[in-house]
């Protein structure tokens, strides 16, 4: 079993940056893809960006919108999955949830078992 909470989440300019945390329990979670994915109200949940297990090499993916703007990492020591989010813009604003899943990076919400209860993004133009 796998439980998520993210955090960082909060209201900021245009072009400022935000990094979000995401804090896991489990003792194999280096074992598991990492994810973040966001969603604004009547929309679906849309996937931002992923990174791999040790076993990957912790290869990471991202959403076109953000390649080059947000960076995702992880930290196995600390359990800790985080979503670095720069030149942000007014249509970043969502709510960003952490996910975690025992495949292989996967860009559809089915490729992960577990997820946190999510952290809101504001972005105010």
């Known amino acids: 079993q796998v439980q998520l909470v993210e955090s960082g989440g909060g209201l900021v300019q245009t072009g400022g940056s935000l990094r979000l945390s995401c804090a896991a329990s489990?003792?194999?979670?280096?074992?598991?893809?990492m994810a973040w994915f966001r969603q604004t109200s009547g929309k679906e949940r849309e996937f931002v960006a992923a990174?791999?297990?040790?076993?990957?090499?912790?290869?990471?993916s991202y959403t076109d919108s953000v390649k080059g703007r947000f960076t995702i990492s992880r930290d196995n020591a600390n359990r800790t999955a985080y979503l670095q989010m720069s030149s942000l813009k007014p249509e970043d604003t969502a709510v960003y949830f952490c996910?975690?899943?025992?495949?292989?990076?996967?860009?559809?919400?089915?490729?992960?078992?577990?997820w946190g209860q999510g952290t809101q993004v504001t972005v105010s133009s």
């Open positions: 996910a975690a899943g025992p495949s292989r990076i996967a860009g559809w919400e089915t490729g992960y078992d577990y």
């Open positions: 489990g003792r194999t979670l280096h074992m598991y893809t």
């Open positions: 990174i791999g297990s040790i076993l990957s090499g912790s290869r990471t």
